[in-house]
T-cell receptor, first 115, second 112 residues
Framework: GAVVSQHPSWVICKSGTSVKIECRSL??????MFWYRQFPKQSLMLMAT?????????EQGVEKDKFLINHASLTLSTLTVTSAHPEDSSFYIC???????????FGDGTRLSIL | DQQVKQNSPSLSVQEGRISILNCDYT??????FLWYKKYPAEGPTFLIS?????DKNEDGRFTVFLNKSAKHLSLHIVPSQPGDSAVYFC???????????FGKGTKLTVNP
């Protein structure tokens, strides 16, 4: 069954809007979650590692004030794209690992379209 | 600078034949590799992995081969089925780190 639930699956909004994406781990506690972004015909690029109860670790080139990550509980991490612009339009996807010997399991992703 | 490369954006094979998807990497520090399958509008699904201490791992119709000296791995699917049609991503990681580096993917089409 599904390990990760991501919501919403698709968002269309106007430029300047802030958009929140939720990633939930199902039936297990995730101290670490990962946020990726994928542009068309490109690879999944890791944006940040979300750590429960502490600040997220951002990859080089990812603006932490633009992409706010909150991991307030062991089952929920949120990514907020603040003041979104058309260039932020992309496919955002989260993943978790149930334990260190398991591969990352991905959510179904969120298609974000900024008009 | 792409550390994981999938040079074939697409591959088309006939049902029942073998599908071979290739992946090259540049970072010799990578010590485990994974293949994910992705259908449209869904997240990637884990398929098979291999550690650098092995050169082959098999799971049913799926076999991954690793050639460390060439920094190359491949995924073999045999026999291929129409339901295998998807985008396949190669990913690599380093021991002690949970981060994965992905290739751009190869779109596999299996024709009935």
């Amino acid at each position: 069954g599904a390990v990760v639930s991501q919501h919403p699956s698709w968002v269309i909004c106007k430029s300047g809007t802030s958009v929140k994406i939720e990633c939930r781990s199902l039936d297990f506690q995730a101290t670490t979650m990962f946020w990726y972004r994928q542009f068309p015909k490109q690879s999944l690029m890791l944006m940040a590692t979300s750590n429960e109860g502490s600040k997220a670790t951002y990859e080089q080139g990812v603006e932490k004030d633009k992409f706010l990550i909150n991991h307030a509980s062991l089952t929920l991490s949120t990514l907020t794209v603040t003041s979104a612009h058309p260039e932020d339009s992309s496919f955002y996807i989260c993943s978790v690992r149930t334990d260190s010997n398991q591969p990352q399991h991905f959510g179904d992703g969120t298609r974000l379209s900024i008009l | 600078d792409q550390q994981v490369k999938q040079n074939s954006p697409s591959l088309s094979v006939q049902e029942g034949r073998i599908s071979i998807l290739n992946c090259d990497y540049t970072n010799s520090m990578f010590d485990y590799f994974l293949w994910y399958k992705k259908y449209p509008a869904e997240g990637p699904t884990f398929l098979i992995s291999i550690s650098s201490i092995k050169d082959k791992n098999e799971d049913g119709r799926f076999t991954v081969f690793l050639n460390k000296s060439a920094k190359h791995l491949s995924l073999h699917i045999v026999p291929s089925q129409p339901g295998d049609s998807a985008v396949y991503f190669c990913a690599a990681g380093r021991g002690g780190s949970e981060k994965l580096v992905f290739g751009k993917g190869t779109k596999l089409t299996v024709n009935p």
